[in-house]
């Protein structure tokens, strides 16, 4: 192995510069790699990545710039390496590698493949076309100051789906339409309003109180008997949530009054559910107009690290419907508006509408800061934890090839003895 | 503008404020680093700290670039490096690191940090001389073959936020104050009766009969079954860690203990004048407790019941901090000194404060005082990464005796073995080591030839640059003094030399 060394064995540097790999992602540790990579003489590279450069990546991912905002990820990178390594030969996919076009023939076409992704479900994509078709793989992950590094080989090692791993968090539909206990159902309600009132409706993402959740009902009859509503909720089961909304011409006052008065006191009245805990409080409206701001949040921290009250939230609340309303408004009939948590009006929303749902549930409010960091998935992220994975992954790629090789040579060993011998 | 720049900069360091904080972030953006050799290594340190936004920098290379691109290195880097970070300014000297230190060794003291590449040992020893002296952190750092080496020479590096894994909280509920008695007092739980003098439940047995206790005082219902209670649950799980006894560590006392603390003059920093405040506190005030750190961790609570025993916490640390304040200002008039008093609002990390001290490279390279039982007990193992140290010290002698390294050409390998060997046996020898260095490591670092393959070079890097953001932003508790980094094995250790 100490032949890797420059100079590398003659045979390892002629690997390393004849074999064709395959790059998933061109984010944080993709940058990294990529340079890492040329720079240890590896000349076929294809890099894909589904995402656009956005400023908060600019920290970290050097390959792209302020101008580049916006554009690919794959190919920014992909030209930011030839201003360096003009000689490389690289190939790069604005495409998800879940794309069916990339079957086990595209996968083949490797000798190795190596992951700078950020999420569960293509990794056990990559994973999976990796091992159909016995391409070794590197796998690696960073977050913070943390960060890892495995190879994966079919028949050697384990793969990436065979120890379990915990479970991404999903809510069941009662907890957050009936029954928050933590800020984060509370989030992903906000969310689900966004997407009710302004995006893709989505069946799953309903935000108004469920009357078959089966915690509620003293008997089972009682559960049909409470589907055919109140006086109050009558109109809104036969219309869309979005419908009614445009009826009232998106009135912020009417959404308030109708989210976090209306639907809350609904929900008193399914007294079962409030047994054992603190019922939720409604707001009205008028009360909140009367508080001022809480002179608490004088200090000098950052505006979007500080708390505020009901009252602050209320009149967030109701700018934010107002902008976002003008935005629908502006991109004409039939138009949806996609949640991006860079959006300061859409993160604005969320962060509104969480919080009061929090206040009504007795939850501790929080900053806009710590509302996007939920909301979003937010990861810290720094350049020297994926400065140091991807030297460890080229380390890996090396011993991978090069392990490649040693075997390669003993089967040739095999031919040239066994004509001499049958001699 | 103002507003807008600061927009910008928010939104592009959004990830790392989540981990250092807007402190964190105007420390390293006041910060000024110098580094010493434009060479694959350095400038994966300096792209590390230039993108998350460092104050500026300074190359020192006197190399010229071979090739196409006749020029100066240290100019070249400094335009690449430039373009990643428009916030940044980039300066570069093309002069070599001797000659500077020959000509003008006080270009040094203007730097918050000196990060040194790939330096031989006379000019680490000379630079380091200068340095120490003057008070500037020193990073040594080398990437040779597939072994990473950094040594960090600082003579007194303060920590207030050392971020340490697994603190345990700091609830008083084995001296609760006033407040917090009269809190708990208005609480109308059936009371407990005060069986075992006033003192903490010391062992498993004495929790496990707290924890029943705990369980005694659940709600029944109509069938006298307890009922599900989410609080009770809560507390019986957390008796281990909850019941901590309130004593202040010793690595804090060390740190009251010492002669900066006691001495206060105008010349003391800000960390050694909040020292003192808290020493005066805990002797006074305190009753030989630390001020009360303020926070309380998530519990199951009514939200109403939850903010006021928070607001206890809360306004006792106010309070606290108000009486150590007091200190620090008589101390400060006494001086005639005025301090920032932002400085003084980490007080609820008193608990974790931390001094690193690190032995000089010229204590480190004596013969009188060179660190000979630690280098022998770690060769016991003779695969060690000590051996890995031994090594470099081997070929900076072969360095300093032929003027080259060993193997950097080919037909050098095989001759420069022997050579190699002698120096290993000489530095031995010199520094009576009685410890065995295997010939494969000789020959292995004949056969890297010096080289400073990228790879390593990025691994090496981010770790520097990492250590060098803890250094400037006092976050996080750098290492004590030396780290070696196998990349054969992908193995590392550190070393206290």
Known sequence: MVQLVGPLSKELADSVSSCKILVVGAGGIGCELLKNLVLTGFKNIEVIDLDTIDVSNLNRQFLFQKKHVGKSKAQVAKESVLRFCPSANITAYHDSIMNPDYNVEFFRSFQLVMNALDNRAARNHVNRMCLAADIPLIESGTAGYLGQVTVIKKGVTECYECQPKPTQKTFPGCTIRNTPSEPIHCIVWAKYLFNQLFGEEDADQEVSPDTADPEAAWNPEDTAARATASDQDGDIKRVSTKDWARSTGYDPVKLFNKLFKDDIMYLLTMDKLWKKRKAPVPLDWAEMLQLGEDPRTRNSRLKDQQVLNVGGYSRLFQHSVETLRSQLADKGDGAELVWDKDDPPAMDFVTAAANLRMHIFSMNMKSRFDVKSMAGNIIPAIATTNAVIAGLIVLEALKVLNSDIQQCRTVREKHIKAPVKSH | ?497
């Open chain 2, 1 to 497: 503008n103002m507003s807008e720049q600061k927009t910008n900069k928010e939104q592009r360091y959004d990830r790392q404020l989540r981990l250092w904080g807007d402190h964190g972030q105007e420390a390293l953006e006041n910060a000024h680093t110098c580094l010493l050799n434009a060479s694959a290594t350095g400038t994966e340190i300096l792209k590390n700290l230039i993108l998350p936004g460092i104050g500026a920098f300074t190359i020192v290379d006197g190399h010229k670039v071979t090739g196409e691109d006749v020029g100066n290195k240290a100019q070249a880097a400094t335009e690449f490096l430039q373009e990643l970070n428009s916030d940044v300014s980039g300066n570069f000297v093309e002069e070599s690191p001797d000659k500077l230190l020959d000509n003008d060794p006080e270009f040094f003291h203007r730097f918050s940090l000196v990060i040194g590449v790939q330096l031989p040992e006379s000019t680490c020893q000379r630079l380091g001389a200068v340095l120490w002296s003057a008070g500037v952190p020193f990073l040594v750092c080398r990437t040779y073959g597939l072994v990473g080496y950094m040594r960090l020479v600082v003579k007194e590096h303060t920590v207030v936020e050392s971020h340490p894994d697994n603190a345990l909280e700091d609830l008083r509920l084995d001296q609760p104050f006033t407040e917090l008695r009269n809190h708990i007092s208005s609480y109308h739980l059936d009371s407990m009766d005060k069986k075992h003098n006033c003192q903490l439940p010391k062992n498993y047995k004495e929790k496990e009969v707290f924890r029943q206790l705990i369980r005694d005082g659940i709600r029944k219902n109509e069938n006298g079954a307890p009922e599900e209670e989410e609080n009770f649950d809560e507390a019986i799980k957390n008796v281990n860690t909850a019941l901590n006894p309130t004593k202040i560590s010793s690595t804090v006392d060390d740190i009251f203990n010492c002669v900066q603390c006691e001495n206060i003059t105008s010349q003391t920093s800000a960390f050694w004048m909040m020292a003192r405040g808290v020493r005066d506190f805990v002797q006074n005030e305190g009753n030989g407790s630390l001020p009360v750190r303020g926070t309380i961790p998530d519990m199951i609570a009514d939200s109403d019941k939850f903010i006021n025993l928070q607001n206890v916490y809360r306004e006792k640390a106010l309070q606290d901090a108000a009486v150590v304040s007091k200190h620090i200002q008589s101390h400060l008039q006494a001086v005639g000194k005025v301090i920032n008093t932002n400085k003084i609002q980490f007080l609820h990390c008193a608990a974790f404060l931390r001094v690193v001290r690190c032995r000089s490279l010229a204590e480190e390279y004596s013969t009188d005082t060179f660190q000979k039982d630690t280098i022998t007990s770690c060769m016991d193992s003779p695969d060690s990464e000590m051996v890995l140290y031994l090594m470099l010290r081997s070929v900076d002698r072969f360095y300093q005796q032929h003027s080259r390294y060993p193997g950097v050409y080919n037909y050098q390998v095989e001759e420069d073995i022997s050579k190699l060997k002698l120096c290993v046996n000489s530095l031995l020898q010199e520094h009576g080591l009685s410890v065995n260095v295997k010939d494969d490591y000789v020959h292995e670092f004949c056969r890297y030839g010096a080289a400073e393959p990228h790879t390593v070079a990025s691994f090496l890097g981010g770790a520097a640059a990492q250590e060098a953001i803890k250094l400037i932003t006092h976050q996080f508790v750098p290492f004590n003094n030396t780290f070696i980094y196998n990349a054969m094995s992908q193995t590392s250790a550190t070393f206290q030399l």
